[in-house]
């Protein structure tokens, strides 16, 4: 017994468009600017970017105690270092933060399916952590070669 397809059924059908001179009342007017939740973050970030570069500058202009003239080098030595901490603490969180996701979702899918993997998971979610804390001893070695 066969069937023959009967496309008439699936053709779309066209609505007529409607013509209007004022705007659809249900949708949203229009913005020239970015909403506010939006400059609020932008500003936020920006001051946060400012104290984090000008921090360790602050930092190193401290050092010199008053009356006697700052050595460069010292105070390149001091901004060197404090970026340097800051880059590793900030790698590494962010490197932790990736690994602990995809490890945590595969250990949660595995532990789903074999309750009894749970210690060999939870083993591969604290290595990934152990990758932050690294960063942080690491960092924290850095600040006091200041």
Do not use: C
């Amino acid at each position: 017994m066969s069937r023959s397809l009967d496309l008439t059924r699936y053709e779309p059908r066209i609505q007529p468009m409607k013509m209007s001179i004022r705007p659809n009342k249900t949708s949203a007017p229009r913005r020239a600017h970015a909403p506010r939740r939006a400059r609020t973050r932008w500003l936020a970030e920006t001051v946060m970017a400012a104290i984090i570069l000008l921090g360790p500058l602050a930092l190193a202009a401290d050092t010199a105690p008053a009356g006697v003239a700052a050595d460069p080098a010292a105070a390149y030595k001091i901004i060197g270092l404090s970026i340097a901490a800051a880059i590793s603490v900030g790698a590494s969180i962010l490197g932790a933060g990736y690994a602990v996701g995809r490890i945590g979702s595969a250990a949660i899918g595995a532990i789903a399916e074999k309750p009894e993997l749970l210690p060999r998971a939870m083993l591969f979610v604290a290595l990934g952590e152990g990758l932050a804390v690294l960063g942080f001893a690491f960092a924290i070695w850095l600040l006091l070669r200041i």
